[in-house]
């Protein structure tokens, strides 16, 4: 198989990330598209092709922020609606490998390099142990892996879905006034980029200040340059509670390897993050504290992971056909 004819991608709620494998099978040529900007993934997908040159494609590994694993494939957050088959017919593609978003970042862990993460407060990677990893980007992705036989396995998953727990008397009465809009409050539903205008409209009531409506991309640079004491303290919030979610991810999977902090929100709070109580709320388990007192977190830098963990994904089905 001709290997520049061989895609990846990477398609969230807002943006889309697109590159073509090499000869060795890593990622070139990426660029990033505005989900926005088209009717569906084929016509990002040509699109793409026609600003790289690319040739035509004989496969493609595609990864999405949705379920996969039905015919028609709906983006949580976002419009598009299609058929897998209608992928796979209009691009003319011998193979086409559908993964959820999160499974593709997953699957990215055991390959991406040191200098595309930054760790944040202590412990120490067991090798081959279980690895974790989260999200907010437009939504909440969570997934992990497990080394088995030789090869890295990913789950498939929606944890950015299970329901959002308080973790003392301030977060208590910030959810309460949540459930009083929704049946159901999910991680996702205030630890994402569509949750986090609506955690500081609802942080602002709880501690009795005006605040004026903002978009994500406002909250976070007004937390960064200190400009605002309402936006610093939602992020504050945001920060804390999505130490508890990674801290319970922890412990489900078991993730010595490490817990990964991806998505596009974190990376721009830089030491903002560090200086958080991601940490202390991930390590805060009672009796096993010092459990994950010796899990590494990190946070990843590189824009484009998931497309890694797609290449590698389809590698991986390629040598098993």
Known sequence: MNP????????????????????SGSPGLVRILAVDDFAGPVEAVQAYLADVGGPDLQAAAIALAAPVHAEVVRLTNGAWTFR???????????RLLLLNDFAALALSLPHIEATDLRQVGPGTPVALAPKAVLGPGTGLGVSGVLHDRGRWLALTGEGGHCSLAPAN???????????????????????????????HRLLAEVDDRRCEALSTAEIVARAVNGEDVQCRAAIDCFCAMLGSIAGN???????????????????????????????TRFEAKGRFASYLAAIPTYVMLSPTPALLGAAHALADRESCS
Do not use: N
């Open 4 to 23: 520049h004819g061989r895609l990846v991608a990477d398609i969230g709620g807002t943006r889309a990330r697109f590159a073509l494998l090499d000869e």
């Open 84 to 94: 897998r088959a209608e992928i796979q017919s209009r691009l003319g593609l011998t």
């Open 169 to 199: 008397q301030r977060e208590s009465a910030l959810l309460a006034r949540a459930w009083r809009e929704f049946g159901h409050v999910s991680a996702e539903r205030l630890l994402s980029g569509t949750g986090l205008p609506l955690l």
């Open 249 to 279: 991810l922890a412990l489900t999977l078991g993730a010595q390897g490490g817990v990964y902090i991806g998505g596009g929100i974190i990376p721009r709070l830089g030491e903002l993050f560090d200086r958080s109580a991601f940490r």
